[in-house]
């Protein structure tokens, strides 16, 4: 009846739209050649993060691939984030939650530089890392350890959401430093 042709068509408006939209960006007449995790993996990215791709979308300004802290830097996001923190790295560092898929999608690389404010400063391990999402950039103080490292990005990345600069970053009231050299295992 009436009922059930009205469920069947409610979404007809909505449903239409979508595929409008996905025309954009898959033409329509290929998007049957394509399973649903195909297409959402061209369009979203992978979900787990390639990070050897990453690395060969990354530059580095006043550092050096071979510097110690980014060493660490490497070594906390392959093996102390797991992928739920990876994503929530990669949105603080370029406001996405997946790279692309290949090295061509990449519309810019990656910049790593080290923090300069932090590098004037007998503690470095004061400093949170900062940001630029617009320029998919994170300037990284030089931590003393792996531990600090981890405990102040992912500080960084669970508090610091804002990509829009409501606040100063001077404002922020990072993570203590006080007895930090306790935790360390």
Known sequence: GAVSRFKRTEFDVQIDSMRRGMACVVPFALLGMFTWEEIEREVCGERKMNIDLLKKMTKYENCFASDQHIKIFWEMLEDR?????????????????????????????????????????????????????????????????????????????????????????????????????????
């Open 81 to 185: 984030f797991n992928e739920a923190e990876r994503a929530l790295w990669l949105k603080f560092v370029w406001g996405r939650s997946r790279l692309p898929v290949r090295a061509a999608d990449f519309d810019m690389k990656f910049c790593i530089q080290t923090l300069r404010s932090a590098e004037e400063s007998p503690n470095p391990d004061a400093f949170l890392p900062i940001a630029h999402t617009c320029f998919f950039s994170l300037q990284l103080p030089r931590y003393s350890s792996l531990d600090v490292m981890h405990k102040r990005v992912l500080w960084a990345i669970t508090n610091c959401e804002s990509i829009d600069a409501d606040f100063a970053a001077g404002e922020i009231q990072g993570p203590s430093t006080a007895g930090d050299s306790d935790d360390e295992h």
